[in-house]
């Protein structure tokens, strides 16, 4: 099921055993780099003279972690159980679309506006669930089929923004609690939901099991069908909500929205540099906003030092790959370990 | 003449020296026969053999594209940096040429260059820092797009010379066949030679490293060379690409964009599976002819640009859902207790 099959063999030639010590988990690489990166670019900043985290500044870190933390959210869930999903982002210019559409301005067709969104999310995600269960597609061209089936049908019959959505609902994203968006919270909450499903339910637990190892899994009677197609309705109803409050920042609906940003890579380099494994069963959704606020932050520090913008694709990549470097040593270290043990 | 190429691929796979075919080879060619009668059907230009040329020479840097790609996937791979290395390539011989005819060798030399190391590094990190080679290739993309137009501010500057340009657009006597473009005979050079590659020991060994890399390199193989070897393949050819498209479609910066998933597609529409293993190199180009062909088709009968890629999605989910199903109804029809072996292994 993994789509991303590395087949890195857990066997490598190894003479010294090293001594097993305490290592520092992911999650905690993850949240010390964020430190060291808030303290780096607060001194870069420091030294023009300005303030990397006063209140424009946290502000700015948290609405540009707000709606890629809620895909990467999603799309942790997913990932964790062996899959991808990289119809994301149009899924996101769609569900915007129709929230703004269904809105249209009213105040009261808010919560239809918002229901009727995640309902086509959730669609979709059943598709891209039963597609990859009952068809047996390779995720990665599942979800990238229906990224284009998504992709033809915004380019059929949009040319541009479209809907209105009211002054009312705005305030989902604008409002906040001194530099906190409100938005940003609602999103942690969404992440805290997600961690707490993916670690202390069944249903999660079924998630971890089916990235593991799918057949292992099913020999052990997990229902592995419905934990795929469950992965992939909890993450595009995910990326329904990022549509949502990308909606409501905008004030209306845009078809490519979520593909200007990249979200569907983007998410799953956060995930990555989360420190869960692309090929499934290992990592979880703290990891991901420690990724997601990475990102943030260095979008943010670059902003302040007015850096080149493609100079910081550059530093994105480097820092990905990096990251997943420093991972997959731990890893494969480990591993040698157990094995040779 | 690619029609030739199905025929010579099917007697070949009759031959008693190559039992089999790779699986999954047959269906992408009677798709593309189809594709072909339908295109036959429609338009006029395809009448007669410049027409197929013509489709020939438009399909051929997303066949190259896909030759390469094919290395990297059956090895077990991704290379999510092709689309961005055609574009570094483009930029960056328009912005060196500048016009100036006698630096194109030069250029196309260092384009090629360029190509080859990006595939070093690719597969370098892959193979020594273990990192999955979606992340690195993705991570390369991001470097490659940022990087170029950090050296050009934004906005492609310079401009191709004429000789640079022969190769995308210009033609060649050929005795017997006429006027055949340039890029098609590129295109056939290096099908016939990546064709012989994968025959020979390297390409299977590349293959098994895809299928099972622990077996691979519990019986000697050199798995890290071989899998550095597919990446390398991959940038080169996607330099190769990059001066095509650079002589076809000009200087852009969106020349090569979502290129890389157009290759990926083109190689499962051909058999491959992803992960690894399975599938053949003829299969993977057929694979992107067959998707030209239907772009082509779309147009002609008139498909409304917007809906083409709607048509696509639709095309790659039931070309593996039939891969992935047929396979199976196919093993349950003619049962044989042999046949056990061909499930993937795990991994």
């Known amino acids: 099921m993994s789509v991303v099959q590395e087949n890195v063999s857990p066997v490598r030639p190894r003479t010294g055993r090293a001594a097993p010590r305490p290592r520092l988990t992911p999650v905690a690489i993850v949240y010390l780099a964020l430190v060291a990166l808030l303290v780096v670019g607060s001194v870069l900043v420091g030294l023009r003279g300005e303030v990397l985290l006063d209140q424009a500044g946290i502000l700015n870190i948290l609405t540009r972690a707000t709606a890629l933390g809620l895909v990467a959210v999603g799309q942790t869930m997913v ?10 982002a149009y899924l996101i210019g769609l569900t915007s679309l129709i929230a703004a559409e269904t809105m249209a301005g009213r105040d009261g067709m808010v919560v239809p506006g918002v229901l009727l969104a995640l309902a086509v999310a959730a669609g979709v995600g059943l598709v891209n669930g039963l597609v990859i269960t009952v068809l047996k597609a390779n995720a990665f061209i599942a979800t990238l089929g229906v990224a284009l089936i998504l992709r033809g049908y915004l380019e059929d019959n949009y040319t541009g923004p479209a809907g209105d959505v009211p002054r009312g609902f705005q305030h989902l994203g604008y409002d906040r609690i001194g530099p906190v968006p409100v938005a940003a919270l609602l999103m942690l909450a969404v992440a805290a939901v997600a961690w707490w499903y993916l670690s202390r339910t069944r249903p999660g637990y079924h998630m971890y099991a089916v990235g593991g190892d799918i057949e292992v899994a099913r020999l052990s009677g997990v229902p592995t069908r419905r934990v795929v197609v469950t992965a992939h309705v909890l993450c595009s109803v995910a990326a329904g909500l990022t549509g949502i409050y990308l909606a409501s920042r905008l004030g209306s609906g845009a078809p490519y929205v979520g593909t200007d940003a990249g979200y569907d890579l983007e998410s799953i380099a956060a995930v990555v540099l989360g420190g869960t494994l692309l090929a499934g069963g290992r990592g979880g959704v703290v990891g991901t906003i420690g990724g997601v606020l990475i990102l943030a932050t260095l979008d943010t520090i670059f902003d302040d030092l007015a850096v080149d913008p493609f100079f910081k694709d550059v530093v994105r990549g480097v820092v990905l790959v990096t990251a ?3 991972y997959a040593r731990r890893m494969t270290a480990r591993r040698a370990r157990g094995r040779l043990a | 003449m690619t029609r030739e190429a199905g025929v010579a691929a099917r007697r070949e796979g009759a031959a008693s020296w190559r039992p089999r075919l790779a699986e999954g080879t047959a269906p992408v060619l009677v ?30 840097p997303l066949m190259i594209l896909a030759i390469g ?6 090895s077990g791979g991704f290379d999510l940096s092709v689309g961005a290395l055609v574009t570094a390539g483009v930029v960056i011989a328009a912005r060196l040429i500048d016009g100036d005819e006698s630096a194109t060798t030069g250029v196309v030399l260092l384009v090629l260059g360029f190509g080859l190391l990006v595939g070093l590094v690719n597969g370098l990190v892959t193979t020594k820092l273990l990192v999955p080679s979606f992340i690195v290739t993705l991570g390369m993309m991001l470097v490659l797009d940022g990087a170029v137009f950090l050296w050009t501010d934004g906005a492609p500057r310079g401009a191709l010379s004429a000789g640079f340009r022969m190769f995308g657009r210009g033609s060649v006597d050929v005795p017997l066949l006429g006027e055949v473009p340039w890029s098609v005979l590129i295109l056939l050079a290096i099908l016939v030679a990546a064709a012989l590659f994968m025959r020979g020991g390297t390409g299977r060994a590349l293959v098994a490293v895809g299928d099972n890399e622990a077996a691979v390199r519990l019986s000697g193989g050199q798995v890290d060379r071989l899998r550095l070897l597919a990446f390398v393949l991959s940038g080169l050819l996607a330099a190769v690409a990059a001066i095509l498209l650079g002589g076809f479609a000009g200087v852009s910066a969106q020349v090569g964009n979502g290129l890389e998933f157009r290759a990926i597609t083109a190689v499962v529409l051909g058999g491959v599976l992803l992960g690894g293993g399975r599938g053949s190199v003829v299969a993977a180009a057929a694979g992107a002819l067959s998707l030209e062909a239907l772009f082509t088709l779309l147009n002609l009968l008139g498909v409304s640009g917007a809906l083409e890629s709607a048509v696509q999605g639709v095309i790659i989910i039931a070309a593996v859902a039939y891969a992935a199903l047929g396979g199976g109804l196919r093993q349950r029809l003619r049962w044989r207790p042999k046949r056990n072996s061909t499930q993937p292994a795990p991994s």
Request: hydrophobic share 60%; aromatic share 8%; net charge negative.
């Open chain 2, 69 to 74: 790609q094919y290395f990297v996937i059956v």
């Open chain 1, 79 to 88: 990932i964790l159980t062996g899959s991808l999903d990289l119809s994301v």
């Open chain 1, 324 to 326: 997943v470097a420093l």
């Open chain 2, 31 to 60: 798709v593309l026969l189809l594709l072909l009668v339908g295109l036959a059907v429609t338009g006029p230009a395809y009448d007669e053999p410049s027409g197929y040329l013509a489709l020939l020479k438009r399909a051929a």
